[in-house]
């Protein structure tokens, strides 16, 4: 069964620029979350996607928003990009099991630098 | 909202000799604590968890504990190996009922360097 799958890897921005990353869940998992992962803040998560919808969002500005597919996957943006924004963007996929929580699993996530 | 609170942030073994890494939780109402590994250049990898209603769960050398009442849980590797050395992150999430229906936010503790020297 193939894991979560992020794409790209590796970025290089320039600040005032947006960004586009992907995200491909485990087949048959429907949520998707994003965590933005720096050597100060560790990780942090910023949205959770499920069917399409937005449940969850964490502390961070409007210029970080996603969204997802009927078919699960999920993009996330980041517009007018900051040297701030520099990160690893993980992404993490669950299996939907009503109200209880399940294990969600990363991707080896992309690693954006602004500059 | 949830603040998890991880220590040590390093910690340096010997092979063979047992690691122990703790976090503590502020929400009561958070139910599921899982631990990931993380190794250079990869996403976190999900180790073992423990739901609230566990108070221990085993997996061949690595076991974890929740004490409830004093919202602290923790990471047992036994016989360690050097290649245990990563950074390891608890974290806690709450029941979909009390998180504004979604209970896929992780909150995670600052992570715990682990080296274990050969």
């Known amino acids: 069964k193939a894991g979560v799958t992020q794409t790209p890897r590796y970025l290089i921005k320039t600040r005032g620029q947006q960004v586009t990353l992907s995200c491909s869940p485990i087949?048959?998992?429907?949520?998707v979350s994003w965590y933005q992962q720096t050597p100060g803040q560790g990780l942090q998560f910023l949205f959770e996607?499920?069917?399409?919808?937005?449940?969850n969002k964490g502390n961070f500005p409007g210029r970080f928003s996603g969204r997802q597919f009927s078919n699960s996957r999920s993009e996330m943006n980041v517009s007018t990009l900051e040297l701030g924004d520099s990160a690893l963007y993980l992404c993490?996929?669950?299996?939907?099991?009503?109200?209880?929580?399940?294990?969600?699993?990363f991707g080896q996530g992309t690693r954006l630098t602004v500059v | 909202g949830e603040n998890v609170e991880q220590h040590p942030s390093t910690l340096s073994v010997q092979e063979g000799d047992s690691a122990v890494i703790k976090c503590t939780y502020s929400?009561?109402?958070?139910?599921?604590f899982p631990w990931y590994k993380q190794e250079l250049g990869k996403g976190p990898q999900l180790i073992i968890d423990?739901?609230?209603?566990?108070g221990e769960k085993k997996d061949q050398r690595i076991a974890v504990t929740l004490n409830k009442t004093a919202k602290h849980f923790s990471l047992h590797i036994t016989e360690t190996q050097p290649e245990d050395s990563a950074v390891y992150f608890c974290?806690?999430?709450?029941?979909?009922?009390?998180?504004?229906?979604?209970?896929?936010?992780?909150?995670f503790g600052k992570g715990t360097l682990l080296t274990v020297n050969p």
């Open positions: 993490a996929s669950s299996l939907y099991q009503g109200h209880a929580p399940t294990e969600a699993f």
């Open positions: 929400d009561s109402a958070s139910n599921y």
């Open positions: 996607y499920f069917s399409e919808t937005q449940r």
């Open positions: 423990i739901r609230s209603n566990v």
């Open positions: 974290a806690a999430s709450g029941d979909g009922l009390n998180s504004g229906g979604s209970n896929y936010k992780l909150t």
């Open positions: 087949s048959g998992h429907r949520s």
